[in-house]
């Protein structure tokens, strides 16, 4: 197969496509024909070394954590799969003509969502949604502030928390407050904003996307028995906050919230925006783009 290859840390241009073995399917795994991935910061962040510590990478690898596409063959005891369906997914090596997943972390393509469209919403969509339903454990009633609210993340976290009933300020860049109000969010804060941060009242929790000296500040934010939920890691300032519970977390595949959130897409309730698609073999070109920030999800075709 044609896949795109790491074989040292560094930049961009350190991700070359050339050939690789095909990957064999295990017992309760799937192989999959790759249509689409995307790119993630985790991905960028692998490539870097900046993540060595928590996602080192064998080399020669293979970076990319979503994936749509179809079964080509299923290994020993899965039977909730066949050759031929369509289906999506976070796993991993998946910048790739083929790819392996577990058969129980796959979810069936859902009738009306675009397959190629579908790799922009695995990581995502279990990240934000697991932000708030597994780390911040909001309540209906409660206020939450989300930080980083109309990227992709926060737009799910967004959508999650209102359906638990909560009360949601997306903060947001100033600049971004019109675009944070079209995806559902009851008020505002412009974090870049000092003035406005500061009148900020205590509330029930914080899901931080964004982290650094925002995330401290939103910190002393969070009232007594609250709770920081972050997917950037803890403030620095944690301990100095002792009545506010920190939640770091990391998204797990979810198959059946997938699809959940896969219908919100295809009904028009969550936009998870896309600004290109491009050749796999394209990768070091995307990901440079997409470190530098302020775009929608950059999806690699296979």
Do not use: C
């Not at 295990?26 to 928590?54: C, F, H, Q, T, Y």
């Not at 780390?135 to 009633?141: F, H, L, M, Y």
């Not at 897409?265 to 491009?278: E, K, N, T």
């Amino acid at each position: 197969m044609k896949a795109v290859v790491l074989h040292e840390y560094g930049g961009p241009s350190k991700l070359k496509y050339e050939d690789f073995d095909d990957p064999k399917p295990g017992p309760g795994e799937v192989l999959i024909r790759v249509s689409a991935a995307s790119i993630n910061p985790v991905d960028w962040k692998m490539r870097s070394g900046a993540a060595k510590d928590r996602f080192p990478v064998e080399f020669p690898g293979i970076l990319g954590r979503d994936l749509s596409g179809i079964v080509r063959e299923v290994g020993e005891g899965v039977i909730t799969f066949a050759p031929g369906d369509k289906v999506f997914t976070f796993s991993k090596a998946t910048y790739a003509e083929l790819a392996i997943a577990k058969a129980s972390d796959l979810a069936h393509l859902p009738e009306g969502l675009d397959l190629v469209e579908a790799a922009a919403l695995p990581l995502v969509v279990a990240t934000g949604e697991q932000l708030i339903s597994r780390a911040a454990k909001i309540q209906s009633g409660q206020t939450i502030l989300i930080t980083g609210a109309v990227g992709s993340v926060g737009r799910v976290a967004v959508l999650t928390a209102k359906k638990a009933g909560a009360t949601v300020i997306a903060g947001v860049k100033k600049s971004q407050k019109e675009t944070a109000k079209s995806i559902g969010a009851d008020e505002t804060l412009a974090l870049d904003d000092k003035d406005e941060v500061a009148k900020l009242g205590l509330i029930d929790a914080v899901a931080d996307t964004v982290g650094g000296e925002i995330g401290e500040t939103l910190l002393a934010k969070v009232k007594q028995g609250g709770i920081f939920a972050s997917v950037v890691g803890p403030p620095a300032s944690a301990t100095m906050h002792p009545t506010v519970a920190i939640a770091p977390m990391m998204a797990v595949p979810d198959p059946a919230k997938l699809v959940e959130l896969a219908q919100d897409v295809i009904a028009g309730r969550l936009i998870i925006p896309i600004d290109r698609m491009i050749p796999l073999s394209d990768a070091a070109e995307g990901q440079a783009a997409a470190e530098k920030g302020g775009i929608g999800k950059i999806l690699l075709l296979a």
